[in-house]
């Protein structure tokens, strides 16, 4: 007999496989709906909170690309499942202390919160140090909230150009988490049309609730945990 604990993972397990399929196809018919091709979008599975048994059933699906948000709590899971796992995409979405710069370069393959002159000085140093080649967007702070992350809209133009001029480095795009109370839809308009005025081409934005709004605006990178894997304790 199935213990309690076994139980609960094979649901957790069969939630997360049709909570992809699912999700997939809706990314699918939003970007019809756009008339944009669905392959120019990147799911990305937010997979923070969740322990690899319950990742392996998505991975099992052929997902490769995934969301984590906090340095460590990556580092305790995807080494592991890396190794067997070759070709897997690591997203950092969350934000990133200078104490765990060396960590982030070397696990993940993305970062997704670039927002500050001293973090991006130093993820400079490490990419020239090891040669890992790293995919980076800047965070906007499109809500100008005080407690979020991100560069405020104003700022953006100067500060990737900072990266790019005084340190070097390649931004593919920009980020958004919009504020919760706030229609999406113009937060997404914003960072669209931030990312064109600066010549960037890839836009990471949209959530479970709001990825096919995102779509609609142009996001190329859609991050989606609880649609996927079901609600995060
Ligand atoms: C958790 C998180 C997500 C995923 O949120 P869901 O609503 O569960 O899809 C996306 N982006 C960031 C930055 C997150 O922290």
Redesign the pocket.
């Known amino acids: 007999m199935a213990t309690r604990q076994e139980t609960r993972q094979d649901q957790q397990a069969g939630a997360a496989t049709s909570g992809l399929a699912d999700v997939r196809a809706r990314l699918v018919q939003a970007a019809k709906t756009a008339k944009r091709d669905p392959k120019e979008i990147e799911l990305i599975a937010?997979s923070?909170t969740f322990a690899a048994e319950a990742i392996r059933p998505v991975l099992a699906l052929g997902q490769r690309v995934f969301?984590e948000?906090r340095v460590q709590e990556a580092q305790s899971k995807w080494p592991q499942l890396r190794a067997e796992f070759t070709d897997l995409k690591l997203h950092l979405?969350?934000p990133l202390q200078s104490n765990k710069v060396r960590d982030a370069v070397a696990l993940f393959d993305v970062i997704?919160t670039l927002d500050r002159p001293k973090i991006a000085r130093m993820i400079a140093e490490e990419i020239a140090r090891t040669g890992r080649n790293l995919q980076l967007f800047v965070q906007v702070n499109t809500g100008e909230e005080p407690q979020k992350a991100g560069v405020a809209p104003q700022q953006a133009a100067a500060f990737v150009r900072q990266c790019q001029e005084e340190f070097g480095l390649s931004i593919s795009g920009l980020m958004c988490?919009p504020p919760i109370n706030e229609e999406p839809a113009l937060h997404f308009a914003l960072l669209a049309k931030l990312a064109h005025k600066l010549g960037l081409e890839q836009l990471s934005m949209g959530?479970?609730?709001d990825f096919e709004t995102a779509i609609a605006f142009g996001a190329t990178h859609v991050?989606?945990?609880?649609?996927i894997f079901g609600r995060?304790h």
């Open positions: 937010v923070k969301g948000n979405i969350g997704h988490i959530m479970s609730a991050r989606v945990g609880s649609a995060r």
